[in-house]
């Protein structure tokens, strides 16, 4: 019989194919507590479970090859990390030696222990970090379990495979793409979760918070994953069959489209040339904007790597990064933003503050970097040995007012004159430039061009800040309209500054990679945008069906519109003229 389950779409596209089911372990935990003299022969198990999902990880990772392995050995190395960590390693052993928990029992308490902590997070990003500790832990309950009934653990998917899970780790992920899977569906994990930024990058369609999906699927079905709509429909009928032939031809057609412009230069119908950037953070994006033809980095946001330690990441595991970025770009320009942590985006090592009363409004971005000179610092040394290896530019969140700027390029000069006594290579110059996110910053310009190299309009921020409406609030919709009046003002204000002092403006906010905005910022004067590299495909498309001279020519009367819904009708109306 037909029926149909819903989820949330983590990954677009569409796949046909059998269900393949993996059920959460079936381990039933022992709860009886250890007799003393069985806690050794019990550690041991532990440790020997232990020692085979590292062993498992290793083996993944030998098995990985080219553009995939390194797309997925970040994550295979976030789980052997937290297979080495110390507190969690300490937890069990005393959960067994003090607790005389058997190590099955401790293993499930120890995860959800961590689960809970994970999930009581405000940041969507680590909260999504509670399924990397299940994942890793679960590797460990299964490997326990092989001691005593050996049949577990058969994830070797076969071609023409969906596979239906309560989670999946990204390595498995990975592992089971290779062998001709389809596609994912998973009872629970979110769209933020590695394995979903994964699936994006391998083009899997997946879909998370699948319910009822491992009670109502069955090994073999005949199911129609449909990540487009955020439906699996188990046993199609023909109609859906057709829907999605009709699917697959025009992805195809679309890709096949799309495909040619991989590496087509960026230009306006009227042949004016346009830079397409990339917003990279993972070495996936980095992969994926080479792939796409982007003409450098254009903002890569280092917190994440903040985000991702729990202890402040070294000056060597930020260097490290930062290089390997530079050179995975190949000689195209990198352009790092310093830190960029408070509001929104709270690190687990305790750097920002805690119990502002408005933090979107407090000690954030630079900031924040410039009241801990010493962390900072590090990250500038960082920086500037990274340089060395290919062309860098640096980039300052949240800049206010031109005494940030002046005292971050102090603090590179301090930085720069120690690696010199140290006798650590330097790159020769480092452009320095400052995002426009805060208001004052955009209106008070021209003071700022004084002092920064290059300017990047960040508008998720900018936005935010000019109309005080929080970006991540959908009860603000109607106000948080990227067609807002004042907004317009505003970016077209920077541009013009910025080209008046002959210094080069970017935009690296949301809308730079929304193909529907691109006829508006080319109208305001812009000519480089910096997007997520899967997003510089479409963008390039729409930016050759436009007329760069026709749009500027109506700039002014855009600019003039008293509301966001007057000028959406205005440029609609400045498009279609000049489709004709
Ligand atoms: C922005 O604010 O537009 C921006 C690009 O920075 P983030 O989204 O990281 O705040
Ligand atoms: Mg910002």
Not at 196 to 225: C, E, F, K, Q, Y
Not at 560 to 573: G, I, K, R, S
Request: with cysteine; aromatic share 4%.
């Amino acid at each position: 019989m037909r029926h149909l389950l819903s989820g949330t779409v983590a990954a677009r596209g569409m796949a046909l194919g059998r269900a393949r089911l993996v059920q959460p372990s079936r381990y039933a935990v022992d709860t009886r507590p250890l007799a003393e003299e069985e806690v050794e022969g019990e550690l041991a198990k532990l440790h020997q479970a232990l020692d085979t999902a590292r062993q498992e990880l290793r083996e993944l990772r030998g098995k990985l090859h080219g553009a995939l392995a390194r797309e997925v050995n970040e994550f295979i190395d976030a789980h052997s990390l937290l297979l080495d960590d110390a507190e969690l390693l300490r937890g069990l052993d005393d959960l067994v030696r003090i607790g005389r928990y058997r190590p099955g029992a401790a293993l499930k308490k120890q995860r959800d222990r961590l689960s809970a902590v994970f999930e009581a997070m405000d940041d969507p990003y680590l909260r999504s970090r509670k399924e990397d500790v299940e994942q890793v832990i679960n590797r460990v309950i299964s490997a326990l379990q092989r001691q005593t009934s050996p049949e577990e653990r058969k994830l070797a998917a076969r071609v023409g495979e969906i596979l239906i899970a309560d989670n999946i780790a990204p390595g498995d992920m990975a592992q089971l793409a290779g062998n001709g899977l389809l596609g994912v569906v998973a009872s629970s994990g979110s769209a933020y979760s590695h394995s979903a930024i994964l699936a994006r990058s391998l083009g899997l369609p997946m879909l998370v918070g699948t319910r009822d999906a491992l009670s109502n699927i069955h090994d073999d079905d005949l199911i129609l994953l449909d990540a487009e709509r955020g439906e699996v429909i188990v046993h199609p009928a023909a109609q859906d069959l057709s829907r999605y032939r009709a699917w697959q031809r025009e992805a195809a057609a679309e890709g096949r489209r799309l495909a040619k412009l991989a590496n087509a230069p960026t230009r306006t119908r009227d042949g004016v040339e346009i830079t397409l950037l990339a917003n990279a953070e993972t070495s996936a994006d980095v992969a994926l904007a080479r792939a796409r033809g982007a003409d450098g980095v254009g903002l890569y946001r280092t917190e994440f790597l903040f985000l991702r330690h729990r202890d402040l990441p070294s000056e060597d595991e930020q260097f490290i990064a930062y290089r390997d970025l530079v050179m995975g770009m190949g000689g195209l320009p990198v352009t790092i933003r310093t830190l960029d942590l408070g509001a929104d985006k709270a690190d687990a090592a305790g750097l920002t503050l805690r119990g502002e009363d408005n933090p979107a409004l407090g000690v954030r971005g630079v900031r924040l970097s410039l009241r801990y000179p010493a962390v900072f610092t590090t990250q500038i040394r960082a920086i500037l040995r990274a340089a060395c290896y290919g062309p860098v530019r640096v980039l300052v969140p949240m800049v206010t007012q031109p005494d940030e700027l002046i005292a971050v390029r102090t603090l590179f000069k301090l930085a720069r004159q120690d690696l010199k006594r140290e006798a650590i290579d330097l790159p020769e110059k480092l452009p320095l430039g400052a995002m426009i996110e805060v208001p004052a910053a955009a209106i008070n310009v021209r003071a700022l061009l004084e002092h920064a190299d290059f300017l990047a309009i960040g508008t998720n921020d900018l936005a935010q800040y000019v109309l005080a409406a929080d970006r991540g609030n959908d009860a603000l919709e109607n106000i948080y309209n990227p067609l807002q009046p004042a907004l317009l003002r505003l970016i077209s204000h920077v541009l013009t500054s910025g080209r008046r002092a002959k210094k080069p403006v970017s935009l690296c906010g949301e809308i730079a990679g929304d193909a529907n905005f691109s006829a508006l910022l080319l109208l305001l004067g812009l000519h480089e945008f910096s997007m997520h590299p899967a997003q510089i495909l479409q963008v390039r498309d729409r930016l050759a069906t436009l007329d760069h001279a026709h749009l500027r020519r109506h700039a002014a009367q855009l600019l003039n519109a008293p509301t966001h819904e007057q000028a959406e009708a205005m440029l609609n109306e400045i498009v279609a003229a000049s489709a004709h």
